[in-house]
């Protein structure tokens, strides 16, 4: 089997077609890579051919490289990785060149054979960067493909030649967008802003790449950087222009990254001194910086998790393996505030028939209303269409009557947290669903096997945890409850897949996984407030080390309400063993001065009308003072990361979380667990499980025993081992 193919037609126009079998969507392998290299070879030696299209078999072009090969580089470059990269990244560069050069003259640029790229649909990553060594990119105008470069966003750039031919074809500014947050684009808007050349009928791509080829002159196939007398357009760095350029490119890269992405850092340097020398040596020190990047043990951790690991979840990696499939046909959702709002809205995306239901019909149908807002909006923005509004809403039922869920295969309930509305909602559902029918409670707190005890049926009842805004957000986070059966996780993991969403599977415990590890996030920061560490220092110290949001403004965004009401059931739970009294007393606080979080426009912040921030309260820094000596910004830190990440360990321990690969992507999915470490078991890997012990056991003498070492970290530090190495993508269990 091959991946490339070739024929020449009648015509003499050698059509190169990518079609890797089995598989839905081209992706570049290494032994794909050779066979390429080869088919160009053979095209070029041949004198019957006078040019090249290269296109592919399947409705889509390409959807980059197969990031399990990028993944495993380092591991297979031998003895010395950086030399082992570094050469097969010029090797990479040495093929795409020979077919951008086409065999030209090197003294005149003459005589060399057209290469054109026809792109059916989507083309990513080394799928763009392979049509833009060519000579012209032909795409078809089908509005579902997507155009681009999304490499920065797995922790990479793009380092087959893509960052500098885009840089040198746009300018660098115009190409910011593409390399440096991985904007994707329809063909029309991709031609528009300069990536590609033509758009045409999709049943007339292959007949107008074909008649390019066949009329291109010496001219229109050289690239304008190999012409005399180039110039970058924009201005390169030692242009006024140019210059300022790439003060203000740094500027924005450092203020989005605060310096912890390695990819993006790279990326504009890669550029910056690209743009200094003749092109050849630009490729060069791409080629340099991508293999400074894969060297990094950020960028191996990123794709592991958002690629490898994140893709194994999504194609059902815990997934009861003999059960049979379980998509979801009909679904109830059992009120429809924001939650059950927002769940109707991604059933009915999906194609699902949604049944919506509320106490009260006014209720139900603003739950629906929700939906129509959402296209509307998407329609503003010519996201959408009228027909797929109507379409949408068509399948959402807002009703009051239970009778309307009994041929629902799936209900989900997200009515208000409290065990006795759930289990009298539960009760009443059962009363006329079918015996077939999975019943889920949407709960972010509530322990499912207490919730399930009213059930008839609980190994057909499982937890399935929603994280809001429920269509923004991409995790969802399935609970096993002591008796769940294995269908009933079968079909949650198959309704997540409909959906779109990644799943985790978790077994029951107090806060299942994510809150039991973002909780003591906001309670280490609200608590080193209340010891007098400056709030700035707080929130900062949580941006400098990757986290999205400091402590302070999550909690605002959550709302402090809901962390009084959570800290208010922790101590009722947990009694005398209660520790967080600290960061409990400054919430309760905050609520009693009606200061409720961003939603109330007064939380830890002040805001404005529109309730945007605009600073720390000053009541805060009266009634807590600042301490005069602050603590270092490493020692912050620590406290930060390592308060979530003992928790995500004591997880493991505990069998609460049973695959450390859901460990990680939980964690950066769920609630922003810095990226850059690939999650919380990929930094621990990456700093070592020695050092973590290190760092633990200085925060458990200074502030106390919630930085204790879990007997699990001090026992992998002693034999020397790595939580990958050890579980690997087995199941923890």
């Not at 399990?68 to 560069?93: C, E, Q, R, T, Y």
């Not at 920065?152 to 660098?172: Q, Y």
């Not at 003498?701 to 790595?722: I, Q, Y």
Request: proline share 5%; aromatic share 6%.
């Amino acid at each position: 089997m091959t991946d490339f193919t070739s024929k020449t037609d009648k015509d003499g126009v050698a059509v190169i077609t990518w079609d890797v079998p089995e598989k839905s969507m081209n992706v570049l392998n290494l032994e794909g890579f050779k066979e390429l290299d080869e088919a160009v070879d053979a095209a070029l030696a041949d004198d019957a051919v006078k040019g090249i299209v290269i296109t592919s078999g399947k409705p889509d072009f390409a959807g980059g490289m197969d990031l399990n090969v990028i993944a495993s580089m380092k591991d297979n470059a031998g003895d010395n990785p950086a030399k082992g990269l570094f050469d097969g990244l010029m090797n990479m560069h040495k093929v795409l060149r020979k077919i951008e050069r086409a065999g030209m003259d090197p003294k005149t640029n003459k005589g060399g054979k057209p290469i054109a790229a026809a792109l059916p649909g989507t083309a990513l990553g080394i799928g763009l960067e392979l049509p833009l060594s060519c000579h012209r990119i032909f795409a078809a105008d089908n509005p579902k493909a997507k155009i681009g470069l999304p490499e920065i966003m797995v922790g990479i750039f793009p380092g087959a030649g893509g960052t500098t031919r885009l840089a040198r074809k746009l300018g660098a500014m115009a190409a910011s967008p593409f390399l440096l947050e991985g904007k994707l684009s329809d063909p029309q808007k991709a031609k528009a802003g300069g990536i590609i050349d033509e758009v045409v009928p999709a049943d007339e791509l292959l007949e107008k790449a074909k008649a390019w080829v066949l009329s291109a002159t010496d001219a229109d196939i050289l690239k304008p950087w190999d012409a005399k007398g180039y110039k970058m357009p924009g201005g390169a760095p030692y242009h006024p222009a140019g210059f300022m350029t790439f003060v203000g490119a740094s500027a924005m890269v450092n203020s989005k990254t605060k310096g912890v992405y390695p990819a993006a850092k790279a990326l504009l340097s890669a550029v910056y001194e690209g743009a200094l020398v003749p092109f050849d040596t630009a490729l060069k020190i791409e080629a340099r910086w991508f293999t400074s990047v894969l060297m990094n043990p950020s960028s191996s951790a990123m794709i592991r998790s958002l690629f490898v690991n994140k893709e194994a979840l999504e194609k059902g990696a815990v997934r009861p393996a003999d059960v049979a499939d379980q998509r979801v046909k009909k679904v109830g959702v059992l009120g429809a505030g924001m939650m059950g709002a927002g769940i109707a809205l991604v059933s009915a995306k999906a194609g699902i028939e949604v049944v919506l239901l509320d106490q009260d019909q006014s209720a139900a149908d603003r739950g629906k209303a929700y939906s129509e807002t959402y296209m509307d909006k998407g329609i503003s923005r010519r996201k959408a269409t009228e027909e797929q509004k109507e379409a949408l809403l068509s399948r959402i039922t807002a009703t009051t009557d239970y009778n309307a869920l009994a041929d629902c295969d799936l209900i989900i309930e997200a009515v208000f947290e409290d065990t006795k509305v759930k289990a009298d909602v539960t009760a009443k559902v059962e009363a006329v669903i079918s015996e077939d029918c999975i019943f889920a409670t949407n709960t972010s707190t509530l322990p499912i096997t207490e919730l399930a005890k009213a059930s008839k049926a609980q190994d057909r009842f499982i937890g399935i945890h929603f994280f809001s805004p429920v269509e923004k957000m991409l995790l969802v986070e399935i609970i096993k409850g002591a008796k769940t059966g294995d269908r009933a996780v079968a079909k949650a993991l198959d309704y997540t897949r409909q959906i779109r969403k990644t799943p985790i599977v978790v077994n029951d415990a107090r806060f299942f996984y994510a809150n039991r590890c973002i909780i003591p996030y906001l309670n280490e920061g609200i608590r080193m407030v209340s010891e007098g560490v400056a709030p700035a220092l707080v929130e900062n110290a949580a941006k400098l080390v990757g986290m999205p949001l400091g402590p302070l403004q999550l909690a605002d965004e959550t709302s402090i309400d809901l962390g009084v009401k959570i800290a208010k059931a922790t101590m009722a739970a947990m009694g005398d063993d209660y520790t967080d009294h600290a960061s409990s007393d400054l919430l309760f606080w905050l609520a009693d001065e009606g200061r409720l979080g961003r939603k109330a426009k007064a939380g830890f912040y002040n805001y404005d009308e529109k309730g945007k921030r605009q600073g720390f309260w000053e009541g805060l820094a009266e009634k807590h003072p600042h301490a005069e000596t602050q603590p270092e910004l490493t020692e912050v830190q620590h406290r930060l990361l390592m308060t979530q990440v003992l928790e995500a360990v004591r997880a493991l321990e505990e069998n609460v979380l049973m695959d450390i690969r859901e460990g990680d992507v939980g964690a950066i999915l769920g609630w922003g667990f810095a990226p850059w470490s690939g999650g919380p078991f990929s930094w621990l890997d990456i700093i070592g499980a020695e050092r973590a012990v290190e760092i633990c056991d200085a925060l458990t003498e200074k502030h106390g025993d919630r930085f204790t070492t879990p007997a699990l970290l001090r026992e992998m530090a002693k034999n020397g081992e790595t939580f990958y190495g050890r579980f690997g993508s087995q199941k923890a269990a």
